[in-house]
């Protein structure tokens, strides 16, 4: 088949491969830049970027709002002519400021998960930031279409279906996770183009569908294209890259997964996830963790409550702690036998 480029206005993206957005370390500028470089989009995760910087555990804000503008600086210098965007979790504290930030820093596109971005066009008027939520069923691609459209008269410039299989915080209950096969979702994801293709006809402008949750080889892209989707969002599959930005011990970690080792887990902000199963995971089955200061990450997290301090145990994966570590991965992060370059996959998915 004819590989065709990924069109969202007037970004054009010769390989239709969005690089997920990994927090907290794990896709900043060096994976970003790298992925835009090869004709993808490469995506920064503002998840508690700020997590090195001197005055972090003081002014988590500020020291977040530096180094998002830093990462995407950086990125811009590595990349000057690829396309860039920031994941921006919608329970996020103070989410419109991170937006602001993002958009103040030129950034190409935004990406909105972790709930939905009901205002999100507001906070990017007039900008030439295109915009786009992350949903996981028909009702909640409904919902956003349906708001956006008569609150802002606009439509999401792209939309990324994020299924069962993805890495990290997952939209679905504990019993959809069970219910869920490849096969059903290929349903609903049918189902979620078909409501976006009916909202995309009343303004008359093209809605691009991405598809995002176990997505590794070019074979996968293939079967979305043919489902009619635009291209394939992929993250698991860059972690274990040179040029990711984890360190070495994070990398190693999903290449020594098993399937087996690979478990749904409840976070601490309520939502169910995906990581590796190691000795803190296990630990944190047995009792509460107790942690020092909260790091005010995100709104859904009860710091008195809390298990543990998810941002202590995700800067704990990227940070050669591994021990008190959340190692979020996707379903296919066992397939990783070695580290590749961003070059190569993105030459491989090239060449359907």
């Known amino acids: 088949m004819e590989l065709k480029p990924l069109i969202i206005g007037e970004f054009i993206a010769k390989i239709p491969v969005i690089q997920g957005g990994m927090g907290v ?10 992925v835009a470089r090869e004709g993808g989009i490469g995506i920064i995760s ?30 811009r210098e590595l990349a000057p002519t690829g396309i860039l965007g920031v994941n921006i979790m919608v329970a996020t504290q ?19 998960g972790a709930g939905l971005p009901m205002d999100l066009p507001r906070y990017v008027e007039g900008s030439k930031t295109k915009i786009a939520p992350i949903v996981s069923s028909v009702k909640s691609a409904e919902v956003i279409c349906k708001y956006w459209l008569r609150k802002y008269n606009r439509l999401p410039d792209f939309i990324v279906i994020e299924g069962p299989l993805a890495g990290g915080h997952l939209g679905f209950s ?3 996770l069970e219910e869920y096969t490849v ?31 176990g997505v590794y080889t070019k074979e996968d892209l293939v079967k979305y294209l043919n489902m009619g989707a635009a291209g394939v969002q992929m993250g698991t599959r860059f972690v274990t890259t040179f040029e990711c930005d984890a360190p ?27 990581a590796i199963e190691n000795s803190f995971m296990i630990r944190s089955h047995e009792g509460r963790i107790p942690h020092d200061k909260c790091h005010l990450c995100v709104v859904s997290c009860n710091p008195k409550e809390t298990p543990y301090c ?5 800067v704990n994966a990227v940070t050669h702690r591994m021990e008190d570590a959340l190692l979020f991965c996707g379903a296919n992060a066992f397939r990783a036998t070695k580290l590749e370059s961003v070059h190569d996959i993105m030459q491989e998915f090239a060449s359907i």
């Open 310 to 314: 998810i941002t202590d145990a995700l």
């Open 46 to 75: 503002s998840a508690q970027i700020g997590f090195r910087e001197p005055d972090y555990d003081q002014r988590p804000f500020e020291a977040n709002y530096r180094a998002l503008k830093e990462e995407i600086a950086k990125a």
């Open 94 to 112: 103070r989410y419109e400021e991170y937006v602001k930030v993002a958009v103040e820093s030129g950034i190409d596109v935004i990406i909105s």
């Open 183 to 213: 096969e059903s979702y290929d349903e609903e994801i049918k189902l979620i183009m078909e409501r976006v293709q009916s909202y995309s006809e009343i303004l008359q402008v093209t809605i691009p569908v991405i598809v995002a949750g």
């Open 248 to 274: 070495l011990d994070y990398k190693e970690a999903y290449i020594n997964a098993t399937k087996e080792s690979i478990k749904i887990m409840k976070s601490p902000v309520g939502m169910p996830g995906r």
């Open 25 to 34: 370390g794990v896709s900043l500028s060096s994976l970003a830049a790298a």
């Open 174 to 176: 504990p019993k959809q």
